[in-house]
């Protein structure tokens, strides 16, 4: 069914393209005649020809095959039939202006033309855009969770290769830290977790920095003790900030922070 669907719409965008083709080909067809008919008039416009030369341009005016671009060239050989025998500027601009409609009248159909073939052939491709589109999804979805988790995982493996990731996930449950490692800390976990913090800025905009800080050493794994003393708080606060951020966080990212080791690979 879906591959029916294919061939109609290319079939379509390829005929609408040929009829344009074919209608440019007519207006070549046409601007030669013109051109015969605008050679033949202004020769006997400078040879002085007046008369001889308006009873060419009527015969042109009043021929039942007459098409626009003749048109448009019959009221430029009046203009300029008017500026030469009858010093008129009133009817030469006249006939001017006439020609000048009636060549973006031509201009426009040419561009029409074209425009019905583009925009068929813009219908095509973005039909077969659409169907592989869906049918991409169809083959795999990923959910939010999924590129959550694969932004987490990336995140916490160049942690890992940090000095502070040596530090502070090494086996080393008790401790203080010196100012210098604090710092050090902090500065890697902005570097490192950049897009997990920005990824909770955007869905859980009222969690603040040490919340999220707190989040990504929950995360890591990092011993309560030594959790406290890097964020430079207690053990109570960390627990009560545990219970707020359960009711701030999208169940995904809570469970990422907050899940058992074992659970967490």
């Not at 009043?62 to 009858?86: A, F, G, I, N, W």
């Not at 011993?223 to 627990?239: E, F, G, H, K, N």
């Amino acid at each position: 069914m879906r591959k029916s669907i294919y061939i109609v719409v290319l079939l379509v965008g390829i005929m609408s393209v040929f009829m344009a083709c074919g209608k440019s080909e007519g207006d070549t067809a046409n601007a030669t005649s013109s051109e015969m008919l605008y050679t033949s008039v202004e020769e006997l416009l400078v040879n002085g020809k007046y008369e001889e030369a308006e009873a060419r341009i009527d015969s042109a005016y009043c021929s039942p095959s007459l098409t626009k671009k003749e048109k448009s060239m019959v009221y430029l050989l009046r203009s300029r039939l008017h500026q030469l025998r009858d010093e008129d500027p009133y009817r030469s601009t006249k006939y001017l202006r006439l020609h000048v409609e009636a060549m973006n009248d031509i201009k426009y159909d040419i561009v029409a033309s074209w425009l019905e073939g583009g925009m068929a052939l813009l219908l095509m491709l973005s039909l077969v855009w659409y169907y592989t589109r869906q049918r991409r999804k169809q083959v795999q979805v990923k959910s939010p969770s999924d590129t959550w988790m694969n932004d987490w995982k990336q995140a916490k493996q160049s942690f890992a290769s940090t000095p502070s990731g040596h530090l502070i996930l090494a086996a080393i449950s008790e401790g203080e830290f010196s100012n210098e490692e604090r710092k050090m800390l902090l500065a890697d976990i902005d570097s490192c977790f950049t897009n997990i913090i920005l990824r909770m800025s955007q869905e859980a905009p009222h969690v603040n920095r040490e919340e999220a800080l707190y989040c990504i050493c929950s995360g890591l794994h990092v011993a309560p003790r030594r959790m406290a003393d890097c964020l430079l708080t207690t053990l109570s606060t960390l627990r009560s900030r545990k219970a707020r951020l359960s009711n701030k966080l999208p169940e995904y990212m809570f469970r990422t922070f907050f899940e058992k080791r074992e659970s967490a690979h």
